[in-house]
């Protein structure tokens, strides 16, 4: 076989290795961005209203607080960059969030966050196991805080029960 011919037959196999390539990220991505949205409506539902306990404050303590888990980085709580780039976030409230710290107001110092709401188009077929992973994370934190603060109001149910009878007597 000669050089040409190894060379039209490799251009034909990364043709078709590049279209199929497309189709299956297409394809992976309509999925993703419809799974990472049910998850997203479970979360909130799950919520009924309330806020997720445990959040952290992303802005580092600096300026405005604003509290949520980051979902792309493997540390849910770590602050947003002084550069102002945008970070998939998930609210209080559990809403998919892109947030950032506002550098077009402020001297070099950011010190209000900047919320706006993730577009379907914002999202990455790779992102759905990152999301799902740290939606569980922030989830489990959650019910761990909000069955500690049940447990203490449980302790203040009971001791205002043994006053009220002892004071009785």
């Known amino acids: 076989m000669s050089e040409i011919e190894v ?20 394809d992976a991505r309509e999925v993703a961005v419809a799974a990472i949205r049910a998850t997203e409506r479970e979360v909130i539902n799950a919520l009924d209203g309330a806020q997720l306990r445990g959040m952290a404050d ?3 303590g600096v300026g405005v607080p604003w509290k949520g888990a980051h979902l792309r980085k493997k540390n849910l709580d770590e602050a947003l ?9 998930v609210s209080e409230f559990g809403q998919l969030v892109f947030v950032q710290r506002d550098v077009e107001n402020y001297d070099g110092i950011a010190l209000r966050p900047r919320v706006t709401p993730v577009l379907d188009e914002e999202l990455r077929a790779e992102d759905l ?3 799902v992973r740290a939606l569980a994370r922030v989830l489990a934190r959650h019910a761990d805080r909000a069955d500690a603060s049940a447990a203490r109001y449980a302790d203040v149910l009971d001791l205002a029960a043994r006053l009220a009878r002892a004071l009785d007597r």
Request: contains cysteine.
């Open 58 to 60: 992303l802005m580092g």
């Open 81 to 89: 960059p002084m550069d102002g780039k945008a970070c998939l976030a």
């Open 129 to 131: 196991v990152e999301v």
């Open 7 to 26: 060379l039209r037959r490799a251009s034909e196999r990364a043709v078709e290795a590049t279209r199929e390539h497309a189709d299956s990220r297409t």
